[in-house]
């Protein structure tokens, strides 16, 4: 799914869209977050996070490499790989013990082996002032789940 995002409202209007799909229980499932320096993923955890139920500030992980949020009914693990030059650090990280939440990863590339075992990857990419989104599923349950996305914007359109 591609989509044209022409400010940073759109950014916060695609992940609130894409939470309205989400099935209740999400523990497992992995987002891969890509895009250049500036292309907007953090503005779409921080709206996806509190569009999960967060009404406080989301920081960067980009030095603690994950911040985690319980929320009622779903955890979630913001997690940013910027720092990671070596796949072997991810195991400090954890990575097998954040199998209970939902995993936002920015900077997915710096470990790919992550994307075997993900579900969904959002590439933002720089498109005049605005950006250029593109969804897709890399997993059953993530292609599915991208398909409703579409129809749901769609509907919205029409509306
Ligand atoms: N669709 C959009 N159109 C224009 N500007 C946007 C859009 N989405 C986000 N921005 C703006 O882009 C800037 C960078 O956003 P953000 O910090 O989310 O990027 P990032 O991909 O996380 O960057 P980094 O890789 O440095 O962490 C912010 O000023 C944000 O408001
Ligand atoms: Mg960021």
């Given amino acids: 799914m ?3 995002l022409a400010d940073e ?3 916060a209007r695609l992940a609130n869209d894409f939470y309205a799909v989400l ?3 999400t523990a497992g499932w992995t987002l891969l977050l890509e895009g250049e320096l500036g292309a907007g993923k953090s503005t779409f955890a921080r709206a996806l996070i509190r569009a999960m139920g967060h009404d406080g500030a989301v920081p960067s992980p980009t ?3 994950v911040e985690p949020y319980d929320l009622p ?3 979630i693990y913001h997690i940013d790989l910027y720092r990671v030059s070596d796949e072997e650090e991810l195991r400090y990280l ?3 013990e954040l199998e209970d939440g939902f995993r936002l990863v920015e900077w997915p590339d710096r470990a790919p082996g992550l994307a075997a075992s993900a579900d969904l990857r959002l590439e933002l990419a ?3 002032q605005g950006r ?3 969804f897709e599923g890399l997993s059953g349950r993530g292609r599915a789940l991208v398909e409703e996305l579409a129809t749901q914007r769609d509907t919205e359109l029409q509306d």
């Fill in 132 to 134: 250029e989104a593109r």
């Fill in 23 to 25: 099935p209740a229980d």
């Fill in 73 to 75: 009914g779903r955890v």
């Fill in 94 to 96: 954890g990575w097998t």
């Fill in 2 to 4: 591609r989509c044209h």
């Fill in 126 to 128: 720089y498109d005049g």
């Fill in 9 to 11: 409202q759109a950014t």
């Fill in 63 to 65: 030095y603690t490499l």
